[in-house]
């Protein structure tokens, strides 16, 4: 032990191999010649750590044994045996349940994985395993998973940073809908509680609802930062830039180091017209947290893109085009780039396509008018049905569209893209015209020139010309984004007819 906390770790492992009798060996000794061992001899750790952990009961010695293993059926046997030994209160045993369920899945043993991951005592899980239950929980197969996420929400309701990572992993595996009737469930017994009233506006993402949970959640607690600056996105996304800037002054005077608070800053001096102003302050800021130069351009590119000129987002590019982890984050900066200044080509999406790519790839199509090939795409369950394709089938006057419609509009209730929910809503006939319009000013600046387009073909279509010149004009005010080229070309496409 000496020699290892010397750093002479080669004469440690000389001195610990000539120990013969493996009940010498104490808890400390173990700790700090399994990891030397493992380096000569996995197979000689591992049973010396199954060993020990039967010996000491001690679970640490059970998980890393388990992680030596040759094998994941010899993993689950390893997690399985400690289960067996180790008595019921030990502090671990829901660690090893939570690690023996992520085995069970990968053998494909799905059904015992379901019932292991019920027997998880939550209160006892370690905080940074919580969030993963809800991907275990769906892979795992557990029939009614809205009764197992609320569980998991009750588990620990005022940790504000683990409930949102278990709403982001919720968000990956639920449609909205679902979504909203998880939090919904949560939030009926306890309006009340400013986390309930926070994470339910969280699930309802950009819908003007969101505001009045918020709003309630900061009377419940006025120091509730988080709901504080999920308020100000609001009204950033709604052009309510005073609003905005009155919610950020309180956050970041309550705490200066926040980084949303001070990225939402940027975003709204921005928009207010002194971008290159707020970037440097930002970047300044950024440069105080110990954040690197590739990292910091990642951060500073999408307020740039505010910006009514591509030259810092250019600058920004190309410090991210030198760091080979970021290639997926320059293929779509660089698309979304192109989407809103212009020159965006089909080289620009060769590979792969995915993700934002694949969404960026959809408006590109559209913009240059190539609709059979918009079509054509693969649509997986998850984004499926797609608005362009609604859009397209509407224009074409192909029948299945408005079934398609009513399924978006159902299945993004509540918590999807606005405007596209606004435009399919004026489609349907759920809304007039008018009321869509009296509604436009609601959703942020960026998407407003699409709903205006789309409501200029709905007054050319009524054969009211001189209204529909009228939104065009507003469509092309709107501020530049990556539906510029999308808009155009409705433009141009109806102007020809």
Same mark, same amino acid.
């Given at each position: ?99 023996? /369920? ?88 306890? /309006? ?187 649509? /997986? ?87 529909? /010149? ?28």
């Amino acid at each position: 032990n000496i020699y290892y906390d010397m750093n002479e770790k080669e004469k440690a492992l000389e001195i610990y191999n000539a120990v013969n009798d493996r009940d010498s060996f104490s808890e400390e000794a173990i700790q700090k010649y399994t990891p030397l061992l493992k380096e000569t001899s996995r197979k000689k750790a591992e049973e010396l750590l199954l060993y020990c952990g039967e010996k000491f009961k001690n679970a640490s010695f059970y998980i890393s044994a388990s992680q030596l293993t040759d094998t994941l059926t010899n993993k689950v046997k390893v997690l399985k045996k400690a289960l067996k030994t180790l008595p019921s209160d030990n502090p671990d045993i829901a660690e090893l349940k939570f690690l023996m /369920t992520e085995a069970l899945i990968k053998v494909g043993s799905k059904s015992e994985a379901a019932l292991t991951i019920k027997s998880i005592d939550l209160c006892k899980l370690n905080k940074k395993y919580c969030h993963q239950l809800v991907d275990l929980a769906i892979k795992a197969g557990i029939p009614d998973i809205k009764s197992y996420c609320l569980k998991l929400l009750k588990s620990n309701p005022d940790e504000v940073a683990l409930q949102e990572a278990i709403l982001k992993e919720l968000k990956k595996n639920q449609t909205p809908k679902d979504l909203l009737v998880i939090y919904s469930s949560w939030l009926d017994k306890r /309006t009340n509680e400013p986390v309930a009233n926070y994470l339910y506006a969280l699930a309802l993402g950009d819908s003007i609802n969101a505001k009045k949970y918020l709003e309630a959640a900061l009377v419940q607690k006025p120091d509730f930062n988080e709901a504080r600056i999920e308020l100000a996105k609001i009204h950033i996304k709604r052009n309510d830039l005073i609003a905005a800037e009155k919610q950020l002054t309180k956050a970041i005077k309550l705490t200066p180091k926040n980084k949303r608070s001070r990225k939402l800053m940027a975003i709204l001096k921005t928009d207010q017209g002194k971008g290159v102003l707020a970037i440097k302050e930002y970047s300044k800021f950024l440069s105080s947290t110990g954040v690197d130069e590739s990292e910091k351009a990642v951060q500073l590119i999408g307020i740039a893109m505010r910006m009514k000129t591509a030259i810092l987002v250019d600058k920004y590019l190309r410090q991210i085009k030198k760091d080979p982890k970021l290639s997926q984050e320059f293929r779509e900066r660089n698309a979304e780039r192109k989407l809103i200044f212009g020159g965006v080509t089909e080289s620009d999406f060769s590979g792969k396509k995915t993700g934002k790519l694949r969404q960026y790839y959809i408006i590109y199509l559209f913009s240059k008018g190539k609709y059979s090939a918009l079509i054509k795409l693969k649509t /997986t369950k998850e984004e499926f049905p797609e608005f362009w394709k609604i859009y397209i089938m509407k224009r074409k006057n192909i029948g299945i569209w408005k079934s398609l419609a009513e399924k978006y509009y159902n299945k993004n209730k509540g918590s999807g893209d606005p405007a596209k929910l606004l435009i399919i809503s004026m489609w349907l006939g759920k809304k007039t015209i008018e009321e869509t319009e009296d509604q436009i000013q609601r959703i942020s600046a960026e998407r407003q020139g699409l709903v205006y387009a789309i409501v200029a073909e709905e007054y050319l279509r009524n054969k009211k010309s001189r209204g529909a /010149t009228i939104r065009f004009k507003k469509a092309m005010r709107a501020r530049k984004s990556i539906y510029s080229g999308a808009i155009k070309q409705i433009y141009n496409s109806l102007t020809k007819r």
